[in-house]
């Protein structure tokens, strides 16, 4: 917007100065070449600032190819961060079940899937105890597939 209102300012300040100069000037010849060399000043005096503005014009807008391909990767991220916080959410369940059981756990890791149908399964479950405890891992194992139909994996630290 700034460079149109410079042209359009440009424009009517060489106008009115050309008018001012044929005014004064007499309309014999010297004056005919006075008026064909401001028309050239006044013509130049517009290309100049359009030049200008269209060597600063872009056309750079980056499209992607295909709509489908964002929409695909917004679904997987979004897929990913359910799937992160449900792991979060189960982990931090199964410490307090087992907390409740009287079972002192290190860690709860669970492993979490999606399919492509967007439903989520839990892949594998690593429970970390102290080797003090090595004798709740049965318990461990019991307890954990009665909540969540699947054997963990007992790890003694």
């Known amino acids: 917007m700034n460079t149109i209102a410079t042209v359009i300012m440009v424009i009517c300040v060489v106008s009115i100065a050309g ?15 006075l008026a064909a ?3 050239v000043f006044i013509i130049c005096s517009m290309i100049v600032p359009i030049k200008t503005a269209v060597q600063n014009f872009s056309v750079n807008i980056n499209v992607p190819t295909e709509s489908e391909d964002l929409t695909a990767s917004a679904d997987e991220a979004f897929n990913r961060a359910v799937v992160i916080e449900t792991q979060n959410k189960l982990e931090s369940q199964a410490m307090l079940f087992l907390s ?9 890791s669970i492993s979490l899937e999606s399919d492509k149908k967007g439903g989520i399964y839990i892949d594998n479950i690593i429970i970390y105890i102290q080797k003090e ?15 969540f139909e699947i054997t963990p994996s007992v790890i003694l630290r």
Do not use: H, M
């Open 19 to 33: 008018s001012l100069v044929s005014i004064v000037v007499p309309k014999d010849n010297i004056g005919r070449v």
């Open 100 to 108: 409740q059981e009287g079972i002192n756990v290190l860690e709860a």
């Open 37 to 39: 060399v401001l028309g």
């Open 133 to 147: 405890d090595e004798t709740k891992t049965q318990i461990i194992c019991e307890k954990i597939k009665e909540k």
